[in-house]
């Protein structure tokens, strides 16, 4: 792979992991946020198949096979089962801050990340370490969106695009985190989901609903 494709398709697959976190502010239908979730885990795997291109590592394509195969099919699998089993309103409800706030939040976030990841990317310049604020971003964005949404559901989708960034970043500022870390780092966040997709239903079991802040009122 010549050096210009590979420096333009590793812009491509990032300001698409971009825009996919930006879209999940925007969105209100659960159903759609878990496809948009979907599609990140496909363009996380198309980011560390570049990668792995460019180095011309088999380790790297497996792990690229790997997060495809868990992010963009298993993870929102068991997300479409959870909505599927909550038997209640498929639609996030009034966030703590509107979806003009959220983009305008979307956009400071995105300056901070750029501001904070000078000095790391200032370590090593290249492609890829230039490519780790949209990392950082996906973060920022992941964890705006687990303390503004209030459904239990949308918060895990906010949790999860956490993950997603932190092994975006892994592997824009190391070339490859490794195949035994990744996969270590995956189960873990498996049973997370797993963990906290039995809550979320144990929660619509106990008090029909999975709004916090309703459980909230019900606890005062």
């Known amino acids: 792979m010549s050096e ?16 996919t976190a930006v879209l999940v502010l925007w969105l209100r239908e659960l159903a759609v946020i878990i496809r948009v979730f979907a599609m990140q885990g496909v363009v996380l795997a198309v980011v560390v198949g570049v990668l792995a291109a460019h180095e011309n590592s088999v380790e790297l394509w497996t792990v690229a096979v790997g997060v495809l195969v868990l992010r963009a099919g298993l993870l929102p699998h068991l997300l ?35 501001a904070v990841s000078q000095p790391l990317v200032a370590l090593a ?21 687990l303390v503004t949404r209030r459904r239990a559901l949308s918060q895990l989708v906010g949790f999860l695009l956490m993950d997603n960034g932190i092994t975006a970043v892994g592997f824009l500022a190391t070339t490859g985190v490794g195949l035994v870390v990744e996969l270590g780092v995956s189960l873990d966040v498996l049973l997370a989901v797993l963990v906290l997709q039995i809550l979320t239903a144990r929660m619509r079991e106990t008090f029909g ?12």
Request: net charge negative; aromatic share 4%.
């Open 4 to 19: 210009s494709l590979y420096v333009s398709l590793l812009n491509l697959a990032c300001g698409a992991l971009l825009l």
């Open 209 to 220: 609903n999975t709004d916090l802040d309703e459980l909230r009122e019900l606890r005062d």
């Open 80 to 114: 479409r089962r959870a909505l599927a089993g909550l038997g209640e309103s498929q639609r996030e409800t009034s966030p703590l801050v509107n979806v003009a706030s959220s983009l305008l939040a979307a956009a400071a976030l995105t300056l901070l990340a750029y």
């Open 125 to 145: 310049p290249s492609a890829a370490t230039q490519a780790i604020p949209v990392g950082v971003t996906v973060v920022l964005i992941g964890f705006f969106v």
